[in-house]
């Protein structure tokens, strides 16, 4: 079974400020996707990384892929209230198609 | 995009009692749902892979008998909590693919199931 560790498991901060979010596992990862979760809704894809190293930019929010595919980060820029939310990493199994793993998630408040 | 429609969106029960959740996929055929499980402020736990035309593949500790999965079409797959008990409140939530490899998962809205 494949472990995603993800931290921290909990963060407040202010409006404007800036945060990081961690991936980390001992395996390695064909690719590795990233979701934000509401309350009472199901996870919406963010993004999905595949390549070693990769950076990929989502207005605000950039996302790294470690070079050795075992990790990845979420990094939030100047931070909204709209940021609030469950972010989870996740991963598919390897041999298993496309079932995911998921992180424990780590829940964002950003106060106004 | 694809879009996966689950219903109910909530329910109360009263302990005892079956619970049906239905999982669409509303412009696309699924050979493969998967179905998770979500505790108040925790991450998703996946609990069965639904495969349409065969037996359901449940993960270690999922009951199989107390939860029953159907997915007799590609675009629906059920997930019945059978005699459920205050312990199974949760949210549930479904996800689906339109292959079965490498290919982008559409999740439902969940369903919060709460058992009295």
């Known amino acids: 079974t494949q472990l995603l560790e993800q931290s921290p498991q909990f963060l407040s901060i202010q409006e404007g400020e800036n945060l990081t979010v961690y991936c980390n596992s001992s395996s390695v990862f064909s690719s590795l996707q990233w979701y934000r979760q509401e309350p009472g809704e199901g996870p919406v894809l963010l993004v999905t990384?595949?390549?070693g190293g990769e950076v990929k930019k989502l207005k605000r929010l950039t996302f790294q892929f470690g070079d050795a595919r075992k990790d990845s980060s979420l990094h939030i820029t100047a931070a909204q209230p709209g940021d609030t939310g469950l972010y989870l990493c996740?991963?598919?199994?390897w041999g298993a198609g496309n079932m995911l793993t998921f992180g424990g998630g780590t829940r964002l408040m950003v106060k106004p | 995009g694809a879009v996966v429609s689950q219903h109910p969106s909530w329910v109360i029960c009263k302990s005892g009692t079956s619970v049906k959740i239905e999982c669409r996929s509303l412009?696309?055929?699924?050979?493969?749902m998967f179905w998770y499980r979500q505790f108040p402020k925790q991450s998703l736990m996946l609990m069965a892979t639904s495969n349409e035309g065969s037996k359901a593949t449940y993960e270690q500790g999922v009951e199989k008998d107390k939860f029953l999965i159907n997915h007799a079409s590609l675009t629906l797959s059920t997930l019945t909590v059978t005699s459920a008990h205050p312990e199974d409140s949760s949210f549930y939530i479904c996800s689906a693919s339109k292959h079965s490899t490498n290919e982008k998962l559409f999740f439902g809205s969940g369903t919060q199931l709460s058992v009295l």
């Open positions: 412009d696309f055929q699924a050979t493969t």
């Open positions: 990384v595949v390549t």
């Open positions: 996740a991963a598919p199994n």
